[in-house]
C-alpha cells in the first residue's frame, strides 16, 4: 500500500470530521503559533535594543560620573563640579586610541516666547552630535559648525517644542525666543530618529556650542562621547580615558566608561532567557495540544473498531493499520502546524509593525516548527496506532 | 483445497473451560458449495473465522492451499486473507464514508494494485453482481441487498480461493436474499469455492454439501437432507 493511498485515506478521515479535525488541530495551531511569534518577537526585540544601545555601532561610548557615597550624603548636587573641561577633552582626543571627542553641554531651563514661559531642555552642540544622534529635520536646516564658529544666535526646535511655544505661529521658522536673557532665531525643526524607549521625550532646543559660555560662563561640557578608532581599541581607549579623568579631577567619585559590548551581551542575554520563558510556555501549549491529538486519535480509533476489524479482514497489515492512524495524526499536526505558522508569522510581523523591528523569522525556524508539529504527530499518534493495530479482527467486527 | 484436521478451540471463563469447537475434520475440495449449519451457539461462527485465517484454534492443524495456516506470521496471514479469502458478512461492512467503488477497491489497496487498475477491476466486479450503474453511489444510498452485492464484489475482486459467507442473507427481505444466493450459485458455477455459514434452511438449500454442527462438533456431513446423495 502506497504512501500517497494512506494519505489520501487520511485526508478523507480527516475531511468527514471537519468540525473535530479543526477543534483538534486548534491546539497544534495555538502552540507552533506561539512559538514561531515568541521567538519572532524575541529577535526582534534584541535586534532593536542593541541598535539602540551599541550606538549605530560606530564604535563610541559614553563617560559617565560615578558619585561616591560621601558625595551622595553632602546634600551638594554630586555633578556639579564633574564637568568636562577643554583641556579633558584636548587630553583626551590626544589618546592614540581615540579617533574623536564628541561632548556637548545642555541644561533643563526656562525659554521665553513672547510673554510665555515654559520648561525645555537646551543643548549645546557642534558637528559631531550628529554622530551620536540621528535628527530628521522636518523643516529649515539644523546647525552646523560655521555657526558654532560664528557664534551665531540661532537654534533649532523639536517638534515638541514646536507644539509648546508654537501652537498659533503658522511657521516657527525665523520666530525669536530667549534662553538666559539671550535670543536666538529658530533655522530649523528636526525630530529624533530610532527614539530610544528610554529617552524622555523632551522638549529640546539646540544651539551652537560656542554660544553656551555667553549663558553660563563656562565652556565645560555635560556629556562627553568618546569614538575609538576600531571596535577593538574600545577597552583601551575607555580605560586611558577614565584614567586621565580621575587624575585630572581627583573628586571623591570615579570616572566611568558605559561599555557597549557588555550591555549587548546583557541584552542578548536578557532577550534570550525571556525568550526561553515564554517559549518553553508555548512549548507546553503544543505538548497539550499533542495530547488532544493523542485524545481525538483514541476516541477514533474505538468509533472505528469495526472499520479495523473490517480491513484487518480484508488483508490490512498491522503495519498498514498504524501507519493509517500515524498518517492520519501526522495529517493533523503537520496541516495545524502550518496554519500555526502562518498565523505566528503574520502576528510576529504585526507586532514587528508596531513596534518599529525588524521581521526575523528565518528559515530555519519555519522548518523547525513543521518538523515539531509532525515529530508531535508521530508521538501522539504512536498510542492510538498501536492500540488499532493489535485489535482482534473476530472482537473488533463484533464491536457495537 | 482445504483440510481442517483434529480442529479443536477452548475459552477459559474463569476456572470453567468452555469447550466452543471439537474434534472437527472436516476437507473442502476446490469448486464446492458447502453450507455450515448449526443453532446459535454450535460454533459456527466460530469454525468460519477459523477457516478466514481471523481466529487460530487451541489444536489442530488447517492447511489452505497447501499452507500451514497455523503456522504463518500475522503478515502473512494478512496476506493470506488478502489473497485468498473473500469474506461477505451479514451486516454488509462497507465503509460508510467510501462509494461502492472505493469500498470494492480497499482489498487491492492492500495487495499494492496501482490506482488504475484498482478502478478498472472494482468497475468490472461490480458490473459482474449487477451493480454497474450504482458504482459512485454511497452505502446509505443503496438498499440491502445491494450493498450485500457490492460485499460479493468486494469478496471477489482479488479472486479468492475461497469464499467465506455469514449468514450472508441475515439481514435481507427474502426477494433480496433469493437474489443474493442466486448470485452465489452463479459464482459457483464460475468454478468459485464457497462456505456459507447460516441457520436457514432455504439458504442451505442452495449448497450441495452440507455440514451440521451441534455443539461445536460435527453431526452430519454429506448431501441435503432433501438430496442426501449429491455430494461433489
Known amino acids: ?400 | 483445497m482445504i483440510q481442517l484436521n483434529d480442529i479443536q478451540k477452548k475459552y477459559e471463563m474463569g476456572d470453567q473451560i468452555l469447550t466452543v469447537l471439537d474434534n472437527i475434520h472436516l476437507e473442502i475440495a476446490n469448486h464446492e458449495f458447502v453450507a455450515i449449519m448449526g443453532p446459535s451457539g454450535s460454533g459456527k461462527s466460530t469454525l468460519m473465522n477459523i477457516l478466514g485465517c481471523l481466529d487460530q484454534p487451541s489444536y489442530g492443524t488447517y492447511r489452505l492451499e497447501g499452507m500451514d495456516i497455523f503456522k504463518q506470521t500475522q503478515t502473512s496471514l494478512a496476506a493470506i486473507r488478502n489473497q485468498h479469502i473473500g469474506f461477505v458478512f451479514q451486516q454488509f461492512q462497507l465503509l460508510p464514508k467510501l462509494t461502492a467503488e472505493m469500498n470494492v477497491e480497499l482489498p487491492l489497496i492492500y495487495a499494492g494494485v496501482k490506482k488504475q487498475e484498482r478502478k478498472e477491476r472494482a468497475q468490472e466486479a461490480l458490473r459482474k453482481v449487477g451493480l454497474g450503474e450504482r458504482m459512485k453511489h454511497f452505502p446509505n444510498q443503496l438498499s440491502g441487498g445491494q450493498k450485500q452485492r457490492v460485499a460479493i464484489a468486494r469478496a471477489i475482486i482479488n479472486d479468492p480461493s475461497l469464499i467465506l459467507a455469514d449468514e450472508p442473507t441475515g439481514a435481507l427481505d427474502t426477494s433480496s436474499g433469493e437474489q443474493v444466493m442466486a448470485l452465489f450459485e452463479a459464482l459457483h458455477r464460475e468454478g468459485a469455492t464457497i462456505v456459507v455459514v447460516t441457520h436457514e434452511a432455504e439458504v442451505a438449500d442452495y449448497a450441495r454439501r452440507v455440514v451440521t454442527l451441534r455443539d461445536g462438533e460435527i453431526m452430519n456431513d454429506g448431501g441435503r437432507e432433501t438430496c442426501p446423495s449429491s455430494t461433489v
Open chain 1, 1 to 400: 500500500m502506497s504512501f500517497i493511498d494512506s494519505l489520501k485515506m487520511a485526508l478523507r478521515s480527516l475531511w468527514s470530521h471537519k468540525m473535530r479535525s479543526i477543534l483538534t488541530m486548534l491546539g497544534i495551531i495555538i502552540g507552533v503559533g506561539a512559538v514561531i511569534t515568541v521567538v519572532a518577537i524575541g529577535r526582534g526585540g534584541e535586534a532593536m535594543l542593541t541598535s539602540q544601545f551599541a550606538g549605530g555601532g560606530n564604535d563610541t561610548f559614553e563617560v559617565y560620573y560615578n558619585p561616591s557615597d560621601e558625595e551622595w550624603m553632602s546634600g551638594e548636587d554630586p555633578y556639579s563640579k564633574t564637568q568636562y573641561t577643554e583641556e579633558d577633552i584636548l587630553a583626551i582626543e590626544s589618546i592614540p586610541a581615540v579617533d574623536q571627542v564628541i561632548a556637548y553641554a545642555q541644561n533643563s531651563t526656562e525659554v521665553g516666547y513672547r510673554e510665555e514661559e515654559a520648561m525645555a531642555q537646551v543643548v549645546a552642540l557642534n558637528e559631531g552630535y550628529y554622530e551620536l544622534h540621528e535628527l530628521e529635520v522636518t523643516s529649515g536646516r539644523l546647525l552646523d559648525d560655521r555657526d558654532s564658529d560664528m557664534g551665531r544666535r540661532i537654534a533649532a526646535v523639536n517638534e515638541g517644542f514646536v507644539e509648546e511655544f508654537f501652537e498659533d505661529v503658522q511657521n516657527p521658522i525665523g520666530e525669536i525666543v530667549d534662553i538666559e536673557n539671550t535670543s536666538f532665531q529658530i533655522v530649523g525643526v528636526f525630530t529624533r530618529e530610532n527614539q530610544s524607549i528610554f529617552d524622555l521625550e523632551m522638549d529640546e532646543i539646540l544651539i551652537p556650542q560656542t554660544v553656551w559660555p555667553m549663558l553660563y560662563g563656562t565652556d565645560d561640557m555635560d556629556m562627553l562621547n568618546v569614538q575609538a578608532t576600531s571596535a577593538d581599541d574600545i577597552q583601551e581607549a575607555g580605560d586611558e580615558t577614565t584614567q586621565l579623568l580621575n587624575e585630572g579631577h581627583s573628586l571623591a567619585g570615579e570616572y566611568e566608561v558605559l561599555n557597549m559590548e557588555e550591555i549587548q551581551e546583557g541584552i542578548s542575554q536578557v532577550t534570550n532567557i525571556t525568550t526561553m520563558i515564554i517559549g518553553s510556555v508555548a512549548g507546553i501549549a503544543l505538548i497539550v495540544g499533542g495530547i488532544g491529538v493523542m485524545n481525538i486519535m483514541l476516541v477514533s480509533v474505538t468509533e472505528r473498531t469495526k472499520e479495523i476489524g473490517l480491513r484487518k479482514s480484508l488483508g490490512a497489515t498491522r503495519g498498514n493499520i498504524v501507519s493509517q492512524f500515524l498518517i492520519e495524526s501526522m495529517t493533523l499536526t503537520t496541516i495545524g502546524g502550518l496554519i500555526g505558522i502562518g498565523l505566528g508569522a503574520g502576528l510576529a510581523n504585526t507586532v514587528a509593525l508596531i513596534a518599529g523591528w525588524p521581521l526575523l523569522i528565518s528559515l530555519p525556524v519555519i522548518l523547525l516548527g513543521i518538523g515539531f508539529s509532525m515529530v508531535i504527530g508521530i508521538i501522539f499518534g504512536l498510542l492510538p496506532a498501536n492500540k488499532a493495530a493489535k485489535l482482534d479482527p473476530v472482537e473488533a467486527m463484533r464491536y457495537e
